[in-house]
């Protein structure tokens, strides 16, 4: 479903991934690594179309497609989804209007009917018991002051309702209390399918006992160093990403 | 050679006509509040950008074009299905039309009000109602240094007249709809509206001007609230002339002890504007809220001055000004605060937030407090800003166009100013103003929905 090759991408002067290669099918979920500053963030905005990006190297398949010539929201209608790491507050949207709007020119893009508002608030109040979200958050403008909490639930809300074929969740877990976490976790288990693939992008290990992933990548420094199981995630964990730094060997054995 | 008239004398020329038409057919007082206006208005002239109100706003373009002053009452076919687009759907009210300034008794639909109060022309009230006009149209609520104001005085001959005894409620909204028709000359009309509303009484009071057609005219507009003490008064203006018309208009308020003052201010069309709006809060207690929004495009300039006199202590004041500016139109907004020796325990706040949709928009800024007394607070903040991009890239980021991710944030900047219209049916009317070419129409649906 995505194939991303020798993807180099800088912001100013900055090369921020140095070659990324990776390859994820549908059905999978694939989860990233790595320290602060390594370039997971980076990787996930490139792939949802953020212009402060400029790729320099590489590309980007997505279905055959050339993902990166798409704008933002083609991406989006044709399927990709990028949960963010910091959902913006835009106060004076309301949640509802925003959700239909996004559902909608999804919905014209596949040539299916836009939904009138009632068959909008059908979907919406099923998707609404997965997050275990109140009413009273449709009612608010988009994320204007929700807890970090409330925003991170409203992106996996709004991944439900948009259906994507690729999700890419940004650190979906960081900020996150316990319970919060193990409901954000049981929406995207919920959502696992076999026409779906997942990447889930994190800093801490945390997340993945609750989402298991198919293969975990581990991001240094630009590139993808390593490369596993689920099982690689319970070894940086205990060992930390210490010891990857300490072999930049590894990144050329891991790319060659 | 022939010699040319300069703009001023256009004026007084118009003046003498005026005069000659009128001959005998208008109260003596009246005359002389008009001739007393003439020589202040040609003592003073026409303003230039060397004024420091009218520092950021020439009106030279207003001067090219010698305006007639309209002859009488012309209908010119005028049917109340015309009206229809202005007047706001079901919206059941008192409404008084205006037709290039002079009143329409077959337009408007007054209903019958008891006995003291008084909703109609200002024409037919100057002989029965002489002892609540005549003062306050020669105090000219404190504007004499205005030159337009002076201009619509001396011009003066129609306009709404409103008079509230102490104690009346007015359930309906009262609609002042001032219409302007194109015709082959480009005309000026001077409406002038008097509100006078008594101890503990309150009313909501709209008036809009509109442009029927495209074409260059002037409204020059003057209206003046009195509030008494414990009166309610909300003031609507929706200024929406044509794109090549010119609007300049002053809002003049008197607020007695306790009354609270809300005006909402809504500009969007004209190719020239500029509004006053003073309030002066001329007893304890008194209270006033100024909301504006104004929105212009192309080389729209459109020009907000504000003036608040806090003259007695223990007042309180709020404003809250926004502005969009697109492609090459200007803005400007001063906010002038003055607080006056007496008026201890102020508590004046205000805003001025302003989004550059273009990078040839231009806005002048500026808030100008004056503070003669030690125990107040006040505030001031303006922001000048273009779109978030963040905000842009996460609508995009769920499938919403370019486009739409703009006009809806867009949307939003203006709707924190719409929303605290309180009449629905004319909030109803300004969103969808805005909304107008902009696809979504669906708001309101949605949030009716939930």
Partial sequence: ?????????KVGDKEILRGIDLQVNAGEVHAIMGPNGSGKSTLAQVLAGREAYEVTAGEVLYDGKDLLEMEPEERAREGVFLAFQYPVEIPGVGNTY?????????????????????????????????????????????????????????????MAMLDPKLAILDETDSGLDIDALKIVANGVNALRSKDRAIIVVTHYQRLLNYIVPDYVHVLFNGRIVKSGGKELALELEAKGYAGIEEQPELALTMNS | MVEVMNETDTYLANFELLERKLAGNSPPWINRIRKAAISRFSERGFP??????????SVAPLLRIPFRPVGGYEVDGLTPSQLRRFTFGELDCIRLVFVNGRFSDELSSVRPMPS???????????????????????SNSGCQDHPFVALNTAFLEDGAFVYLPAGKVVEQPIHLLFVSTSSEEATVSHPRNLIVVGDNSQVAIVESYVGLDEGAYFTNAVT?????????????????????????????VHQDRSSNFTSHSISLGGALVRNDVNARLDAEGAECTLNGLYMAAGQQLIDNHTRIDHAKPH?????????????????????????????????????????????????????????FADDVKCTHGATVGQLDEDAIFYLRSRGIGQKDARNLLTYAFANDIVSRIKIPPIRAYVEEALLAGRKLSEVQEVREAL
């Avoid at chain 1, 479903?1 to 991408?9: D, P, Q, S």
């Avoid at chain 2, 003291?116 to 149209?137: F, M, N, Q, Y």
Wanted: charged letters at 25%; one cysteine or more.
């Fill in chain 2, 116 to 138: 003291g109060t008084k909703i109609g022309s200002i024409a037919a009230a100057l002989d029965s109602h002489r002892e609540w006009i005549e003062p306050h149209l020669a």
């Fill in chain 2, 315 to 371: 007042c309180a004041s709020h404003e809250f000004y926004k502005g969009i500016l697109d492609g090459n139109a200007r803005g400007v907004f001063n906010g002038k605060i003055y607080v006056h020796p007496d008026a201890q325990k102020t508590d004046a706040k205000q805003t001025n937030k302003t989004l550059l949709l273009s990078p040839t928009a231009t806005i002048n800024t500026k808030p100008q407090l004056e503070i």
């Fill in chain 2, 224 to 252: 003046q609230i009195v509030a008494g003490r414990n009166a309610v008064i909300d003031h609507y203006k929706l200024q929406q002339e044509s794109m090549e018309a010119f609007h300049i208009a002053t809002l003049a």
């Fill in chain 1, 1 to 9: 479903m995505l194939e991303v090759k020798y993807l180099h991408a």
């Fill in chain 2, 48 to 57: 230039t950008t060397r004024d420091e109100e009218w520092k950021f706003t």
């Fill in chain 1, 98 to 158: 925003f959700l239909k709007a996004a559902v909608n020119a999804l919905r014209k893009h596949r040539g299916l009917e836009e939904l009138g508002a009632k068959e909008f608030l059908i979907l919406v109040k099923e998707k609404m018991k997965l997050l275990e979200m109140g009413q009273d958050l449709l009612n608010r403008s988009v994320n204007d002051g929700f807890s970090g909490g409330e925003k991170k639930r409203n992106e996996i809300f709004q």
